[in-house]
C-alpha cells in the first residue's frame, strides 16, 4: 500500500517486439492506489504481453514500470515483492496440497514463517478453502482451483493485484464468484490491474478502463469519460400505442432530449443523461394521453465506444 | 475391418515417435555392436608383457611371444601399469621377463618368469596355457645348450644353434584334444548377444509401447471410438494386432541385422520363425497387459525397461542360467524369458528343429495366453466401465 | 540464496512424492544388484573333475599319474580312473569335465625316441577344465622333450657318451633355464556386482536426466514458472533451483545404493571420499546435461525423447551394460568420452585395490565433461526463463 498517494503503478512508453511484429507499442498507463483499472481490447491486442512487461516475465525492449515507487527492472526484483500476480491459467502445482502451494509461493515473496503460516490460514480461510487445505490441487474443482489461483497471489498483501483474464472459459457461477472477490479486494483497497475482453466485466469492475488493440491504447478514462469521447448518446425506448407522431414531437420538446424518432410502435428517445430524464420523459407521455406499454433504456457501452475508436468489434 | 483402421492408426502414431523409433530400431542394432565386439570369440588373448632389463635371451622370449597366433601382445614399460591394466581386465594376464635374467641363466642358475592374472578370469587361464607352452620351449632352448655348457665345456651361447638343431631334430610329443558332447550354453560373440537381444528388447520395448494404450485412455480416444459404432471388442483387437505386429517386426529387424551384418546363424528356419512369432505374441501380451495397469505413459517409459532388464536377467539373457545357483535356475524358468533363451540355445548350439523344442514352444504359448487373457479382461472392462 | 534452497526443496517434494521416480532412482538399481548378488553371490571355485586313462601301463603312465596327484593339483583336480569307453561316454553326458588318456605304446615310442601323443577328451561345455589338463599334460610332456633335447645338444658338443642313461639322469635332474611363475597382482579381483553395482547405479541416475527436464516444461506449460518468476527473484535462481535438487536427489540416490549394495550385497565400491568424490562429480555432469537437454528442447515431449536418448547412449558406450574393459581400443576409447565411462573405470580401480589417488583423474575428467556440457547449454541456452 502506498501511504503516499502516488500511483501503484507507473508504466511509461512500454515497448515489445516479437520479430518484425511489434506486440506492445509505446503504452503509458498508470494505476492510483486503490483504483481498479482494466486494460480492455480483443484477443491479440496485446493485454497479456504487457501485463508480462508490467510483471518483469518478459523482457522490457522500451519504456520502464515503477510499481509502488520503485522500478522494476532485470537488475532490481525487490519491486516485485509489492505485485500480486494472477494469471490466466491455473499455475498450481497439481501434486502439492493448497496448503503447500500457498506456502510455497508465499515463501517466495520472502515471508517469515510464522507471518507465512497466518497469512496462508486467512487466504484459505479468505477463498473458502479451509477445510480443503491438506488435499492435492489434483483433486480440485476448476472452480476451486480458480480460487486458489486468485488466493495464491494474495499472501504477501501486494499493492497492487494483477489479474489476467481470470474468467475465460469460466462457467458462469465461478465467474460471479471471481468477480464478486475482485470487487470486494478493490473496495479494501487494493489496486487493481484487470485484463479482459468482456465489456460487462470492465463496466462492472474498473474505475478506469485502458482500450488496447493491435498494440497501442487507443482511449483511457471512466465509462462516462470514454463514452463521451464518441458522443454516444442514450437512447430511451418507449413501446407506446395511440398517436405516436405528437407524442413524439411532445417528447422532442423536452429540456435534455437531443433528438427524438419513431419506428414502430416505439419512440426513441435521445438524451444525455437518460436516467435522470426518464421519470420527466414518463411524466411528458402521461401528460399527452399516450398508453406507454415498455421502456427500454439503452446506455452506449464500451463495445460501442470501441467500434467506434478503431472500427473494428470487441469480439469475434 | 474396424480393427485393423484402429491398428493402423495406433502404428501410425508409433513411427510419427522418434523416440520410440530410436528404441525400437537403432539402440537393438548399437546393442548388438556393442556387446557382440565386447564378447569376442576369442581368437587371441590379449596380454602384457613387461621387460625390466633381461637381455637377448629375455629379449628372444618376448619376440617368441609376439609370434604366437593365440596371444595379442602389449609392451609395458612399467610393472605398476601392467598390474593396472591385468586389474581392469584390459589384459587377460601379464608376463613380467625380470632383469638379469640373462646373466643368472649363463650362470647356471633357475629364472622365475612372472606370471599376473585375476584368479578367476578364465582368459587369464586359458591364455597361461599358451604362454607357459612358449616359455617352456624358450627355457629348454636355454637348458639345452646350458646343459651341453656343463657336459662339454663352452658358453650357453656357444651351444644355443646345436640347442636348436636338436629341438629340431627330436621328435613331436604333442596333445590332442577332442572335444564331445552337447552344448548347454549359447555359442559366444554375435550370436550370443543377438539372441539374448532379440529375447530382452522385443519384451522391453513392448511393455514400454504399453504407454500408447495408457496414452489413448487418456486422451479419452476410446471414448470416442466407442461413440462410433464400433465394439469394445474390436477395440481389443484392434490394439492386440498392432502390438503383435510391431513386436514381429522388431524380431524381423533384429533378426536381418544379426544375419546380414554379423553372419549370424538362426538355426533352422522355420524352427526360428515359430520361435520369433511366439515370443512376439508372449511379448505383445504384456504389453497389453502393462497398458492397462500402468496409470501414466511416463510409468511405462520407466518401467519397461526395469522389468525388461529384471526379467531378462533372471531368464538368462545377461549370462548363461548354467552358471547360476539351482534355484535361481528354478526362478529363471517361473518368467518367460527362461524359456525362450533355452530354445535358442537348442537351436544355435545344438542345430534343434521344431520337434525340439515344441514343448517349450507350447510353455511360452501358455504365458503368451494367460497374459494375454488377462489383458483383454482388463481392456474391456475399462473401454465398457 | 533463499529463493534457491525454496525451489530446490519444492522440486524434491515433487519428486519424492512421484512413484516412478523412486523406483527408478533406488529400488531399481537395488533390484538389479538384488539379481546379480543372487546369481554370482556365491562364488564358486573352479574345480575339475577328470578321468585318467591309462591303455599304455607303461612307466610314463605311472609318472603321469603320480603328477596329476601332487598336493598343488588337489584343489582344483579331482581324479578318477576309468577305461577309455566309460570315460569317453561320462564326458558325452557331461557327468566329467575332461579325460587324460595315455594310449598304448606311449612310453615305448618315447624311450625309443619316437614321436607319441596324450589325448584329452573335453567337454563342450568345460573348456576351463579342459585347458588345466591340457596343461597338465604338455607340461608333462615339456619336462620329457626338454630333457631329450639336453642330452642331444650334449652330444652334439661333444659330451662323451660312454653312459648314455647317466647324462639322461643328470639333464632330467638340471631345473630348467626360466619357469613361469605365478605372482601376486595385488589389489582385490572385479567380482561382478562391484562393476554392476555401480554400472546400474549410475545408469538409474541418467534417467534423472529426463525426469527434470520433463518437469521444467511441465511448469512452462503450466503457468508455475511465469508464477515463479512473478516473484522478487533473479531469473537464474530458478535454473540454480532446479539444478541443485538434481545435485540432491542424484547425490542421494547413489549414495543410497552404494551403501546398501556394500552391506548387504558385499560389493565393494573402494574407500569412501574417493567414492564420494567420483559420485559427486558425476551427479554434476547429471546437472550439466539436464540442463543442456532443457536449453536444446522446445516443449515436453522433446526433452522426453532426448533426454532418454542421452541416456541410453551414454549407458551403452559407457559401459554400463556391458563389461567395456574386454572390449576393443576403439570401445575402451569411446567409453572415456562420457562421464559414465570414466566413473565406472575410477569405481572399478578402487574396487581392485588402487589407492584412493587413483580416484583424482577420472573426476577431473568428468568435470571437464560437465564443464563442456554446462557451456553448451549456457551458449543455447538464451535466457530459459524471461525471454
Known sequence: ?316 | MIALVIAGATIRRTRRDRTGLFFMIVLPVLIIVVIGSTVQGGDRFPIGVVDQGSGEFGAALVEDLEGSDSLDVRRFDDLEALKLAVRRSELAAGVVVPRGLDEQVRAGGSVAVGFLTQPSNTAGLAAREAVESIVADHSALLTAASFAADEAGGTVTDHLDQAQAATAGVAPLTVDTTVSGESRFLPLGFTYSAATVLVLFVFINAVAGGGVIVENRRLGLYERMLAAPVTPRAIVAGETFTYVLIALLQSLLVVAVGGLLFEVDWGDPLAAMALVLIWSAVGASAGLLAGTVLRTAEQAGAIGPIVGIALGMLGGCMWPLEIVPPVMQTIGHLVPHGWAVDSWIELLSRDGTIGDIAGRLVVLGGFAAVLGSLATFRLRRQLTA | MRAVLLIAAKDLRQRFRDRSAIIVGFAAPLLISFLMSAAFGGAEDLHATIAFVDEDGGELGSALEEVLSIPELEEVLTVETRDRADAAARVDDGDLDAALVVPAGFTTAVIAGEGAELEVLAGVDAPLSAAITRAVAEGFLTQVRANRVAVATAIDAGAPVTDIAALAERAAATAPATALEDQPLGGRELDLISYYAPGMAIFFLLYAIGFTAKSYFTEQREGTLDRMAAAPLRPSAILAGKALSVLVYGTTSLTTVAVVTSLAFGAEWGPAGAVAAIVLAMVLAVVALTALVIAVSRTERQADGLASIVTFTLALLGGNFVFVATAPEAMRRAALLTPNGWALRGFTDLATGSAASSAVVPVLSILVFAAITAAAAAVTGRGLVTR
Open chain 1, 1 to 316: 500500500m502506498t501511504s503516499d498517494g502516488s500511483a501503484a503503478l507507473s508504466c511509461r512508453d512500454l515497448v515489445r517486439r516479437f520479430g518484425e511484429r511489434v506486440a506492445v507499442d509505446h503504452v503509458s498507463f498508470d494505476v492510483a492506489a486503490g483504483e481498479t483499472y482494466g486494460l480492455l481490447g480483443p484477443n491479440g491486442a496485446g493485454k497479456s504481453t504487457t501485463i508480462k512487461l508490467v510483471c518483469g516475465l518478459l523482457a522490457r525492449q522500451g519504456g520502464t514500470v515503477v510499481v509502488a515507487g520503485q522500478p522494476i527492472d532485470e537488475r532490481t526484483v525487490d519491486a516485485k515483492a509489492s505485485i500480486g500476480y494472477v494469471p490466466q491459467d491455473i499455475a498450481l502445482y497439481p501434486d502439492l496440497t493448497a496448503a503447500e502451494n500457498l506456502r510455497f509461493f508465499g515463501s517466495l515473496y520472502r515471508l517469515g514463517s510464522k507471518d507465512l503460516g497466518r497469512r496462508v490460514d486467512d487466504v484459505l480461510e479468505l477463498i473458502g478453502l479451509a477445510d480443503r487445505a491438506g488435499d492435492r490441487v489434483d483433486s480440485f474443482s476448476g472452480g476451486m482451483k480458480r480460487r486458489l489461483n486468485i488466493g495464491a497471489a494474495l499472501l504477501h498483501r501486494p499493492a497492487l493485484l494483477v489479474l489476467d483474464e481470470p474468467t475465460v472459459g469460466v462457467d458462469p457461477q465461478s465467474r460471479h464468484a471471481i468477480l464478486e472477490n475482485v470487487a470486494e479486494l478493490g473496495d479494501s483497497g487494493m489496486a487493481v490491474l484487470y485484463t479482459t475482453h468482456y465489456m460487462e466485466e470492465a463496466q462492472r469492475l474498473c474505475d478506469r478502463v485502458g482500450i488496447i488493440d493491435h498494440g497501442r491504447l487507443v482511449a483511457e478514462g471512466t465509462h462516462r469519460e470514454l463514452v463521451s469521447l464518441v458522443h454516444e448518446e442514450d437512447r430511451i425506448a418507449l413501446g407506446a400505442t395511440g398517436d405516436l407522431e405528437s407524442l413524439r414531437s411532445v417528447l422532442s420538446a423536452l429540456d435534455g432530449v437531443t433528438g427524438a424518432t419513431t419506428a414502430d410502435s416505439t419512440v426513441h428517445v435521445l438524451a444525455r443523461d437518460a436516467r435522470r430524464l426518464l421519470p420527466r420523459v414518463l411524466e411528458a407521455a402521461d401528460a399527452a394521453g399516450a398508453d406507454v406499454t415498455s421502456v427500454e433504456v439503452v446506455e452506449p457501452d464500451l463495445e460501442a465506444v470501441f467500434l467506434h475508436l478503431t472500427g473494428s468489434a470487441l469480439r469475434e
